[in-house]
Structures are given as structure tokens and as C-alpha cells.
């Protein structure tokens, strides 16, 4: 993160490494024939990303930490349907944060959904577009040191709505094997105050059937 000061100009530089909260969620097959599909899951997010990175002593930002600190449920539901080479596809990912973390706040709820479509281009290779949208609920802060002058730690500058347009290809190995990639840009940022926006993005994925 680079940050300007308004007085004097000055560029201060801030940066965070470490794993993010990880998610087990079960998935169930409601309905399906030969053209479509319905899922519908629910997961349980683990608080194992950091919420105490520092800067010469002092917490990073918010946007800065790379988890939560507190446990969340997810709720996920994904429809899809296909004809002839061509996929069609929605889902709908909700996450709603169950607890306050051990700084006094809770990240507020994220609501994600996905459109696409995919098209084989072969037996085993394929394409995709996909559109996606991230709503994100205010923070809830009861944290006593906050500072509300900087937009990066005021609670109530971390909420707001980020979309995406990603083009991908999925190569299916081995009948068991899926590797996938997308390429990722922001189409739409609406955010409350100022805020990091978002940049071009990578997503790698290998999936493995058993």
C-alpha cells in the first residue's frame, strides 16, 4: 500500500504477507438431469488469517490484514445449465461473521455473486467469461484507538461494492485432473470514502476428482 500524506506530500509504504482465513464447506446435489445442475452449501470460515500486522508498532489498516479474526458462516447456492457446448451458470456466496474478534470489531457481511459463461472449445479444453460482484456490509468497531482521520482505519470507510469481468481457460488432465486460470479486471468500484481499489487480478485453481 502506498499512502500520500495531504501535508507535505510525503509517500508512506506499507506491506502484509501471511496466510488468509480458510473455509470447509459441504456441498449438496438438490436437483439434476441432463441439461442442468443445482448445489446448494454451507461452510464455516476459520479465523486463521493475521488481524495484527504491524508498521513500526503500530496495526496496519484494515484493509491491510489478511483475515478477520472472527468465525463466519457461508451460504452458497449455484445453478447451471448447459446446451449443446455452451454452460450458463449463476451462484449466489453469502458470509455473515459470527463474532467480534480480539480487537473489539467484525468485519461486516460480504454478499458474492457470479454469472458465466463457458464454452468448450474441445474435449478437454474450454473457455469462460465471468461476471462478478462483491457487496460488502459496514465494519462494526468497537475499538477504543482507532483513528478517525485516516480513511484507511476509520470503521466506517470499509464497506462498499467491487465488480469484475474475468476471461479464463480450463484445461481438463487425465479425466481426473482440472487446471484452470482467469485473468481478472475491475469494472466497477462504488466505496465508502476512500479505500484501496482494487487492480487487475490472477486466479490459478486445480481441482482433482476422486
Not at 53 to 60: S, W, Y
Not at 94 to 101: A, D, F, G, M, Q
Not at 172 to 191: C, M, V
Amino acid at each position: 500500500m502506498t499512502m500520500i500524506k495531504k501535508m507535505g506530500r510525503s509517500h508512506v509504504e506499507s506491506d502484509s504477507t501471511s496466510i488468509g482465513d480458510m473455509r470447509l464447506t459441504s456441498l449438496f446435489k438438490l436437483s439434476e438431469n441432463e441439461d442442468s445442475t443445482f448445489i446448494m452449501g454451507i461452510g464455516l470460515t476459520l479465523p486463521t488469517g493475521e488481524i495484527n500486522q504491524k508498521k513500526d508498532g503500530a496495526n496496519l489498516a484494515y484493509g491491510m490484514q489478511t483475515g478477520s479474526g472472527s468465525y463466519a458462516l457461508n451460504f452458497v447456492s449455484t445453478y447451471t445449465r448447459g446446451v449443446k457446448s455452451w454452460q450458463f451458470g449463476a451462484q449466489i456466496d453469502i458470509k455473515t461473521y459470527i463474532n467480534e474478534n480480539s480487537n473489539d470489531y467484525k468485519k461486516g457481511n460480504e454478499y458474492l455473486s457470479n454469472i458465466w459463461i463457458q464454452n468448450n472449445l474441445s474435449k478437454n479444453l474450454s473457455s469462460s467469461l465471468r461476471i462478478s460482484q462483491r457487496n460488502i456490509d459496514p465494519l462494526e468497531s468497537n475499538e477504543s484507538s482507532v483513528s478517525q482521520m485516516s480513511s484507511t482505519f476509520n470503521p466506517n470507510s470499509q464497506h462498499g461494492m467491487r465488480r469484475f469481468a474475468y476471461l479464463g481457460l480450463s484445461y481438463n488432465a487425465f479425466q481426473t485432473n482440472r487446471i484452470s486460470f482467469e485473468i481478472g479486471k475491475p469494472i466497477a468500484q462504488d466505496l465508502a470514502k476512500y479505500q484501496l481499489k482494487s487492480e487487475n487480478m490472477l486466479i490459478l485453481g486445480l481441482q482433482k476428482v476422486f
